[in-house]
């Protein structure tokens, strides 16, 4: 499943194709063809990315929202090239210019402004989001502090914060040193906000490069894929930090990665 930096790699490749332009709208797989119609023709007012939904808003003021799930995946490719495109389509956006097409998300609905903003709501805050006012992380902060569950959950719920995946989870609390069986509540607040800001931090990497690059040495290069982070699928390897060794165990059934010895 993407994480966030890559669903907001998507919103900026939309915007750029189609912003502020009318859009053909249509479902070659058949699944997507009520909804279609309610937004074919009419322009993209933006494209918005929080944590790993997308939101497509019309000028209708109607929304196209987007969760890739495991499967989706999303197509970009100039429209003379239209007949390269093959497979399942649920839905295609294009100009006289450009196609955007979806295969296989879990969710793809056309929704309004009052179900969109209680989508929002129920959010957490975006790390690739702008916060001048550092509300996001003043509300990440506090949902935080105030829960019992332990901290390697509450990465991964996107009610606490969006766009986390098993990634980013793994190497954002080894960066810390920080235990994932630690609770929330547990956390001191300085070291929530040094969490937010470091996922802030190596999200932007994601967001600018397309890859999930953590370690240090290595944030402003495009390494090989085996070497680009701490602990994430290196279970049974030396920590590269210290004389320890990586582990797995599963949390909530997803795989968690750690070095007990440099997050204690």
Request: aromatic share 6%.
């Amino acid at each position: 499943m993407p994480e966030g930096h890559s669903v907001q790699r998507t919103a900026d490749e939309l915007n750029k194709l189609f912003k502020n332009k009318p859009v053909q709208v249509d479902s070659p797989q058949g699944r997507f063809a009520s909804e279609a119609k309610l937004i074919t023709g009419k322009k993209i007012i933006r494209v918005r990315a929080i944590g790993k939904q997308l939101f497509i808003d019309f000028e209708n003021k109607l929304t196209c929202r987007v969760h890739l799930g495991i499967y989706g995946k999303w197509r970009f490719v100039p429209k003379n090239k239209e007949e390269t495109l093959t497979g399942a389509v649920r839905v295609r956006f294009y100009d006289s210019e450009n196609i955007a097409d979806l295969r296989g998300p879990t969710v793809c609905e056309v929704i309004d402004t009052k179900s969109v903003k209680l989508i929002e709501r129920r959010l957490g805050p975006d790390p690739t989001n702008p916060d001048p006012k550092k509300l996001q992380l003043a509300k990440f902060v506090d949902r935080v502090l105030s829960s019992k569950s332990s901290i390697g959950l509450l990465l991964m719920n996107q009610d606490v914060i969006s766009g986390i995946g098993n990634v980013y989870r793994a190497e954002i609390l080894f960066r810390a040193g920080i235990s994932p069986h630690v609770l929330g509540n547990q956390l001191t607040q300085g070291q929530v906000v040094a969490l937010w800001e470091d996922s802030v931090r190596l999200m932007k990497v994601g967001v600018k490069t397309g890859f999930m690059i953590t370690r240090e040495e290595l944030l402003t290069k495009k390494p090989k894929k085996a070497d680009r982070n701490y602990v994430y699928k290196r279970e049974g390897l030396g920590c590269l930090r210290c004389s320890g060794t990586v582990v797995i165990e599963l949390m909530a059934t997803r795989k968690l990665y750690w070095c007990p010895g440099c997050q204690r």
